[in-house]
């Protein structure tokens, strides 16, 4: 497929056709993810991160192999981080990258840790019943539970709809109950203004 024939999500600036398979790029492309995330990353998240941009699966595992040995990376608890040679790498020679592709290697793994942090502190169900469905769903943090709600739905496509609003803005729906169910009640009649005649 020539590359004028692909849409235009799938082209990237900056990425030949074919993907990235100068080691020198992915290490640069490595290390400046590292840096933005500014917390230890795991090798399984950094190739699910950049395996989106047509690197190749087996280039990304011997390029962080290699970042290791000659000491780009280091591992800190579950994940990896840069050492400072790593830190002089991205500083130095990030702009070496397009800016598009910059962007968009942020953007996904933006969105990979938001699916982690959710899968974390959440859980959810859908249920069938005799009368449609219900839908399970908790905010929690470890052994602490935060909300535990069940609502029902009256067919698949809805739960299915409550389920994706639910993981998607639980925080906010969590911090909106608190402050509706902790707010002073508001009179249900407003006083009557002036003398009655």
Known sequence: MRQDDRSADEVIAGVPPGGIRDPY???????FL????????????????????????FLLTTTIAEMKRLGHLREQGKGLVLTP?????ASQLSDQL?????ERVLSDAGEARRQERIASETSASVTQTENGYQVGFSFHDG???????????????????????LESEYQQLYIDLITRLTAD?????????GKEE
Not at 25 to 31: E, F, G, Q, R, S
Not at 85 to 89: A, D, I, K, S
């Open 85 to 89: 040679l790593g830190e002089r790498t």
């Open 98 to 102: 397009p800016v598009t592709l910059r």
């Open 25 to 31: 790029i992915v290490k640069i492309m490595i290390c």
């Open 34 to 57: 590292c840096r933005e995330l500014g917390a230890p990353v795991t090798e399984q998240e950094l190739i699910e991160c950049l395996e989106e941009h047509t690197v190749n699966y």
């Open 143 to 165: 052994e602490l539970e935060f909300m535990s709600l069940s609502l029902f739905a009256p067919d698949a496509e809805q739960a299915h709809k409550l389920k994706v609003r």
């Open 185 to 193: 009640p508001q009179p249900r009649f407003a006083p009557k203004s």
